[in-house]
T-cell receptor, first 115, second 113 residues
């Protein structure tokens, strides 16, 4: 098991551009989460999938953000028309099937810088 | 709003000292996790506690879950420079679904050699 992977690790983009991040969870983990983290803060919940179904989306997430998990395996997070306030670390985590303890295993994150 | 408050926000100690950091909420958790995060990396899971009053030990780290499942503490004995990092607690509240964990803002620990 290679753990949760994320790609790219770093992304620099100009304001107004679209960006897409990918997350590959631990195999057989049916739950997948996206979080955003800024300096000095803990991770902030963005959205959650169980298999391919998106079950919850944060009210803090604007319409410029969309996430998919088409086959219940990898997931993508897209940000359209990026703004400087979108600069943050975007973290993906997965959680094992049938575990009531809600332990989440995180990837290394994608650092987004919007100039 | 279900908030997790961590204290202290920053802690700087000498190698060999003991320390305790805290995680508090006014709400009840169904489970609580402690993570350690290094700069530029994702959080790494240290432990999960689920039962009120539970104590778990991981080498020099001792985790305790409050009897009412509203708070937790992490105690480190004889801290080492390798313990340096951001310690985060995260909880799933009893009334939320399986998907949503709330994180505290962490305690940044620096252990000086």
């Amino acid at each position: 098991d290679t753990g949760v992977s994320q790609d790219p690790r770093h992304k620099i983009t100009k304001r107004g551009q679209n960006v897409t991040f990918r997350c590959d969870p631990i195999s057989e983990h049916n739950r997948l989460y996206w979080y955003r983290q800024t300096l000095g803060q803990g991770p902030e919940f963005l959205t959650y999938f169980q298999n391919e179904a998106q079950l919850e989306k944060s009210r803090l997430l604007s319409d410029r953000f969309s996430a998919e998990r088409p086959k219940g395996s990898f997931s993508t997070l897209e940000i359209q028309r990026t703004e400087q306030g979108d600069s943050a670390m975007y973290l993906c985590a997965s959680s094992p099937r049938d575990r009531a303890r809600y332990e989440q295993y995180f990837g290394p994150g994608t650092r987004l810088t919007v100039t | 709003t279900q908030l997790l408050e961590q204290s202290p926000q920053f802690l700087s100690i000498q190698e060999g000292e003991n320390l305790t950091v805290y995680c508090n909420s006014s709400s009840v958790f169904s489970s609580l996790q402690w993570y350690r995060q290094e700069p530029g990396e994702g959080p790494v899971l240290l432990v999960t506690v689920v039962t009120g009053g539970e104590v778990k030990k991981l080498k020099r780290l001792t985790f305790q879950f409050g009897d009412a499942r509203k708070d937790s503490s992490l105690h480190i004995t004889a801290a080492q420079p390798g313990d340096t990092g951001l310690y985060l607690c995260a909880g799933t509240h009893i009334n939320t679904n399986a998907g949503k964990s709330t994180f505290g803002d962490g305690t940044t620990l620096t252990v000086k050699p």
